[in-house]
């Protein structure tokens, strides 16, 4: 069973040009999260969507940034233009489970291997 | 706002000794997840904790959670070199699956 897939793996860019990170969740998951890493900040939740739609936008940095979800099966997060400080490693994840625990199930997140953006 | 904390966030430790990660967090929550971490690589689910005093154990790692106290411990016993690696634990800020706030990590690096 194919876990969480992002593509690229890796992305070296430079300042101003724009970014597409590319992400397909686990067949029949109905969430999917991006979070970013950084030495300094930790993991942090960037957005996250319910059966495509997004929930929370609320740990998206600027205007820069902009996720979408056009289908069940796939996900971009674009960053236009890319700076420096955007330099991280960023996951996407998916969860079996929508919406609250009331539904049942455990919550928890399965993560793909995550883009490795660098912005020179 | 949620706020997890991990200690230590660096741990060397010998082989065959044991230690305790502690995940202490500032609101109420019923569910606490443990993720391992490899350099480089994505984070991986080792344990799920949905309620006080839930207790879980896998190889040479153990993990529970008290709510009432609002802190998660990871227990290794008799390390091997093949846990050193970044440990997280995550806490989930309400209802809501998924939006979950990490602690630091901590570092363990265990050698002979």
């Known amino acids: 069973d194919a876990g969480v897939i992002q593509s690229p793996r890796h992305e070296v860019t430079e300042m101003g040009q724009e970014v597409t990170l590319r992400c397909k969740p686990i067949?029949?998951?109905?969430?999917l999260f991006w979070y970013r890493q950084t030495m300094m900040r930790g993991l942090e939740l960037l957005i996250y969507?319910?059966?495509?739609?997004?929930?929370?936008d609320s740990g998206m940095p600027e205007d820069r940034f902009s996720a979408k979800m056009p289908n069940a099966s796939f996900s971009t997060l674009k960053i236009q233009p890319s700076e420096p400080r955007d330099s991280a490693v960023y996951f996407c994840a998916s969860s079996p489970k929508t919406g609250t625990f009331t539904g049942g199930g455990t919550g928890e997140l399965f993560f793909g291997e995550g883009s490795r953006l660098t912005v020179l | 706002e949620l706020k997890v904390e991990q200690n230590p966030l660096f741990l060397s430790m010998q082989e065959g000794k044991n230690y305790t990660i502690y995940c202490n967090y500032s609101t109420t929550s019923d569910r606490l997840y443990w993720y391992r971490q490899d350099p480089g690589k994505s984070l991986e689910s080792l344990f799920v904790?949905?309620?006080?005093?839930a207790v879980k154990q896998e190889g040479r790692l153990m993990a529970s959670l008290d709510t009432k106290a609002r802190l998660s411990t990871l227990h290794i016993t008799a390390a091997v070199h093949d846990l050193s690696a970044t440990y997280f634990c995550?806490?989930?800020?309400?209802?809501?699956?998924?939006?979950?706030?990490f602690g630091q990590g901590t570092i363990l690096t265990v050698h002979p």
């Open positions: 904790l949905l309620s006080n005093g």
């Open positions: 969507f319910n059966n495509n739609v997004p929930i929370d």
């Open positions: 995550a806490v989930s800020g309400g209802t809501s699956y998924g939006k979950l706030t």
């Open positions: 067949s029949g998951h109905n969430s």
